[in-house]
């Protein structure tokens, strides 16, 4: 038989003895997900007996409290470990002031679930946007999202939803100097053990859209550009985060995730901080469609999706897919 070059070659480091098995592959596999990982956002509305699918996020409700409960006991004996809390009001106003009524269904959700799950970690979104008329993250004077009287509403939700029992506070409007604020406020008034996870670097990203269905918080003018990032900074990025811990933030936050894998991998590195990551409505939305389409597998692509994220860096999560992956990950 001929010899040839590539039969008679030792090769000292073959890469694929390292990849013959699923075993083997697991065994030296670098970056791994778990359960534990995930934070599962929930949309909780007024009502009993309530579960509405948002139609351009299937899988995903509109959930009155009681289903919230239920939901996230469900999602506890998957392993997950957090939820985070968005609120659809009984009403809205130009001040946003149901974010901050002690019976709204974010507040009534929070008491209800740390009853019925008291190891369950909740976060609670702290913005205005699900709660004022025109649907800005902010208070609007002469036509503009005012900065500073918008953060004295921010406080006041903050306050609400620690007074409630959530675990985590999770300010998303972006204004300047509210993470000092809360957390000033906070420890003020005793709830110095509940914790900030802070939207250090939120984008001004066209993947938010079936979110603003999701959570009814679409503008009903203009955009959130004067206040979310501008997609092209990372540096800027990096000065959002290091603010962000300066004023007290516990957790910092990179979203969307996908899109921005390159800014999440900066922020853990440079900071090396507990880091989360949404993957946003958009980037869920989009892997539902194309599975729904036949074009991909759907399973295989999340778990990769996940992956990527964790592997950029974060340590939390955030992602609709919380209890799908979940289960394949047990």
């Known amino acids: 038989m001929p010899h040839t070059a590539a039969s008679t070659l030792s090769i000292l480091h073959r890469g694929r003895r390292l990849r013959r098995s699923a075993g083997i592959r697991s065994l030296v596999r670098e970056t791994r997900l778990s359960p534990d990982m995930f934070l599962y956002p929930l949309f909780v509305c007024p009502g009993e007996g309530v579960r509405r699918e948002v139609p351009s996020m299937p899988g995903v409700s509109q959930l009155s409290v009681d289903q919230a409960v239920a939901e996230a006991g469900a999602a506890r004996a998957d392993g997950i470990r957090g939820v985070l809390l968005f609120g659809l009001?009984?009403?809205?106003?130009?001040?946003?002031?149901?974010?901050?009524?002690?019976?709204?269904?974010?507040?009534?959700?929070?008491?209800?679930?740390?009853?019925?799950?008291?190891?369950?970690?909740?976060?609670?979104?702290?913005?205005?946007?699900?709660?004022?008329?025109?649907?800005?993250?902010?208070?609007?004077?002469?036509?503009?999202?005012?900065?500073?009287?918008?953060?004295?509403?921010?406080?006041?939700?903050?306050?609400?939803?620690?007074?409630?029992?959530?675990?985590?506070?999770?300010?998303?409007?972006?204004?300047?100097?509210?993470?000092?604020?809360?957390?000033?406020?906070?420890?003020?008034?005793?709830?110095?053990?509940?914790?900030?996870?802070?939207?250090?670097?939120?984008?001004?990203?066209?993947?938010?859209?079936?979110?603003?269905?999701?959570?009814?918080?679409?503008?009903s003018f203009g955009d959130r550009r004067s206040h979310q990032m501008d997609p092209a900074n990372v540096e800027e990025a990096l000065r959002e985060v290091r603010q962000d811990i300066d004023e007290g933030a516990d957790i910092v936050m990179v979203k969307p995730a996908v899109p921005y894998l390159d800014v999440l991998s900066k922020v853990k590195?440079?900071?090396?901080?507990?880091?989360?990551?949404?993957?946003?409505?958009?980037?869920?939305?989009?892997?539902?469609?194309?599975?729904?389409?036949?074009?991909?597998?759907?399973r295989r692509a999340m778990l990769e999706t996940l992956t990527a994220i964790r592997r950029a860096g974060a340590d939390i999560i955030i992602t609709y897919y919380a209890r799908e992956a979940a289960r394949l990950l047990v």
């Open 89 to 219: 009001p009984a009403y809205k106003d130009d001040l946003g002031s149901a974010a901050y009524d002690p019976d709204a269904p974010v507040q009534a959700a929070v008491r209800a679930l740390k009853a019925a799950h008291p190891d369950l970690v909740v976060f609670t979104d702290v913005c205005l946007c699900e709660y004022t008329s025109h649907g800005h993250c902010g208070l609007v004077i002469d036509g503009e999202i005012a900065n500073d009287p918008s953060v004295e509403q921010l406080v006041r939700t903050a306050v609400s939803q620690a007074a409630a029992g959530a675990d985590v506070v999770s300010p998303s409007d972006m204004m300047d100097g509210r993470v000092a604020a809360i957390r000033h406020a906070l420890d003020e008034r005793g709830f110095e053990q509940v914790a900030i996870m802070s939207y250090a670097a939120k984008y001004c990203s066209a993947f938010y859209g079936p979110f603003r269905e999701a959570a009814a918080s679409a503008p």
């Open 269 to 298: 590195e440079t900071f090396g901080y507990p880091t989360a990551a949404y993957h946003v409505s958009g980037e869920y939305a989009m892997l539902k469609a194309a599975a729904r389409n036949g074009w991909i597998d759907e």
